[in-house]
């Protein structure tokens, strides 16, 4: 496939596309077999684009006012969920700082006591890793079945 272009195609889409070419590119439209055809497909493509546009269906006002109620309330949404979330861990953070600060050293002292438990005892690592586990996979489990159905 040869593909001679002519310096002059860029021009004649720009004509094209504004629906006039002057008679200087006309002329050379006339003489470059590249622009011709060219102008040939490029006209027809623009001829199907301007009657897809003149033949769309224009919605009706009802239509359009209530696409945008229904964005509207869309972003609300969007926007009490992101405020929600923001005072969700707004409220988690303090909330640890205050069990911290109010029970920290009780539970340090029974942290430390469970770490030992668990040292002594492996079927008990092994009970509280299972259960761990399970609370995590749980929810994830619950949420890709939510998300699947
Ligand atoms: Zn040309």
Sequence with gaps: MSA???????ELLDALGRGYVNAELAAHVAGCSSCSELQ?????????HATAVSEAPMPTAGTVWWRMQIRHRHEVQAAARRSLFVGQAATLVISLILVGAF???ELTVGLREIVAAV???TPLM???GAWLLLLLVAPIAGYVAIRQK
Excluded at 4 to 10: G, I, M, N, T
Aim: hydrophobic share 50%.
């Design 4 to 10: 001679v272009r002519c310096p002059l195609e860029d």
């Design 40 to 48: 040939l497909v490029a006209g027809a493509l623009l001829y199907e």
């Design 126 to 128: 092994v009970t509280v």
């Design 103 to 105: 029970f920290g050293v």
């Design 119 to 121: 040292r002594l005892s």
